[in-house]
């Protein structure tokens, strides 16, 4: 499900260029105490690893940077998507209900919202990337420390690591073993590099369209749930065109 949400203030909404984490921190904040502690603290389990099974765009507002702040004008638009009804039902309704709500140190109610079922009728969807995808791997150097390679488009393993982590999800969330399922992603337009920091830590994703093909329930999930890695710090939301 997508809720698309409209926040307004009475003064110019401003937020640091490097955001996502007051997003994310603003979600917990307005969702039931027993759904944020699951989700933070545990979520879908496959295999130990966890998923939350939400995601969120960037700020679909075009912002002005000054002094290393972001400004934007006294409305903002928002995309929050997660295939679990309970999540999107209690913030939601939380958001609604609310009238001291903060959006980092900007105060603000909300002004619209609109509420939307992700559906696919075929098995090869486009799509364009509201906040940008990631696929890394972790690897281990000789004297033992880690360290994190990202991906590009232009790299197989780029669709692997998608293709993989979009079955595991799946399995996660339906509790099911899924046999090899058809699923690939294939750009179709110029691809921009963003380089994010969540909080201290530097993430690489990319922005752009994309051609998702593949069996429809995880086309689904990929629209619901988000498209590659990071999704519940901001990154793999993407809308349907």
């Given at each position: 499900?997508?809720l698309?949400?409209?926040?307004?203030?009475e003064?110019h909404?401003?937020?640091?260029?490097?955001?996502n984490?007051?997003?994310?921190?603003?979600i917990y904040?307005?969702?039931s105490?027993?759904?944020?502690?699951?989700l933070?603290?545990r979520?879908y389990?496959?295999n130990?690893?966890?998923f939350k099974?939400f995601?969120?765009?960037?700020?679909?507002?075009?912002?002005q940077?000054?002094?290393?702040?972001l400004?934007?004008?006294?409305?903002?638009?928002?995309?929050?998507?997660s295939?679990?009804?309970?999540?999107?039902n209690?913030?939601?309704?939380?958001?609604?209900?609310?009238d001291?709500?903060?959006?980092?140190?900007?105060?603000?109610?909300?002004?619209?919202?609109q509420?939307k079922?992700?559906?696919?009728?075929?098995?090869?969807?486009?799509i364009?990337?509201?906040?940008p995808?990631?696929?890394?791997?972790?690897f281990?150097?000789?004297?033992?420390?880690?360290?994190?390679?990202?991906f590009?488009p232009?790299?197989?393993?780029?669709?692997?690591?998608?293709?993989?982590n979009?079955?595991?999800?799946?399995e996660?969330y339906y509790?099911?073993?899924l046999?090899d399922?058809?699923?690939?992603?294939?750009?179709?337009?110029?691809?921009?590099?963003?380089?994010?920091?969540?909080?201290?830590f530097?993430?690489?994703g990319y922005?752009?369209?994309?051609?998702?093909r593949g069996?429809?329930?995880?086309?689904?999930?990929?629209?619901?749930?988000?498209?590659?890695?990071?999704n519940?710090?901001?990154?793999g939301c993407?809308?349907?065109?």
């Open positions: 499900m997508e698309r949400i409209t926040f307004q203030s003064n909404i401003i937020l640091p260029i490097h955001y984490h007051i997003l994310q921190g603003f904040s307005n969702i105490d027993d759904l944020a502690e699951f933070h603290e979520g389990i496959l130990n690893r966890n099974l995601t969120y765009s960037n700020i679909l507002t075009k912002g940077v000054k002094n290393s702040k400004y934007f004008g006294k409305n903002v638009e928002w995309v929050v998507k295939p679990i009804p309970e999540f999107i209690s913030f939601g309704t939380y958001i609604l209900q609310k001291d709500l903060n959006l980092g140190n900007n105060k603000v109610t909300v002004n619209r919202t509420l079922k992700q559906k696919v009728e075929s098995d090869e969807i486009e364009s990337t509201i906040s995808i990631v696929a890394y791997s972790t281990s150097r000789e004297n033992g420390s880690k360290y994190t390679c990202y590009s232009n790299e197989n393993d780029f669709s692997r690591i998608v293709k993989e979009i079955v595991k999800k799946y996660a509790n099911v073993s046999s399922m058809e699923f690939s992603i294939t750009p179709i337009s110029k691809i921009n590099l963003n380089i994010i920091y969540y909080k201290d530097l993430i690489k922005s752009g369209k994309f051609k998702l069996d429809r329930r995880l086309l689904e999930l990929a629209l619901e749930a988000g498209v590659g890695s990071k519940s710090q901001g990154f993407v809308e349907q065109i």
